[in-house]
Nanobody
Framework: QVQFVESGGASVQPGGSLRLSCAAS????????IGWFRQAPGKEREGVGC?????????YYPDAVKGRFAISRDRAKNRVYLQMNSLNPEDTAVYYC??????????????????WGQGTQVTVSS
């Protein structure tokens, strides 16, 4: 059974940093495009970045997080990371790791992703 599990969520102060991790069981992450989505209470789910499955590891970030968030792969550890810097209270949300073998390149359409983690809470507050 293929599963993707996030970890690393925590409470941080504004301006702080966090690194979320996505690990796979029953699958080699190299073959999957990986995305990160978030959902805050009362708000729609939104994508915060994705990385392609190809060797180039192309990434895409929406304007809301561009320059602050970065996604990377550790192929040896079969993990994907979401590095989040300069966090602000608007970044407070449950963050989800998502995966797809169907996505070619990058995509922030949630419907393109077949596997979703259980989510990890990120809270940014003073």
């Amino acid at each position: 059974q293929v599963q993707f599990v996030e970890s690393g969520g925590a409470s941080v102060q504004p301006g702080g940093s966090l690194r979320l991790s996505c690990a796979a069981s029953g699958a080699t992450m190299d073959y999957y495009a990986i995305g990160w989505f978030r959902q805050a209470p009362g708000k729609e789910r939104e994508g915060v970045g994705c990385i392609s499955s190809n060797e180039q590891g192309s990434t895409y970030y929406p304007d809301a997080v561009k320059g602050r968030f970065a996604i990377s792969r550790d192929r040896a550890k079969n993990r994907v990371y979401l590095q989040m810097n300069s966090l602000n209270p608007e970044d407070t949300a449950v963050y989800y790791c998502v995966a797809s073998e169907r996505v070619i390149g990058t995509s922030m359409f949630s419907s393109r992703y077949d596997f979703w983690g259980q989510g990890t809470q990120v809270t940014v507050s003073s």
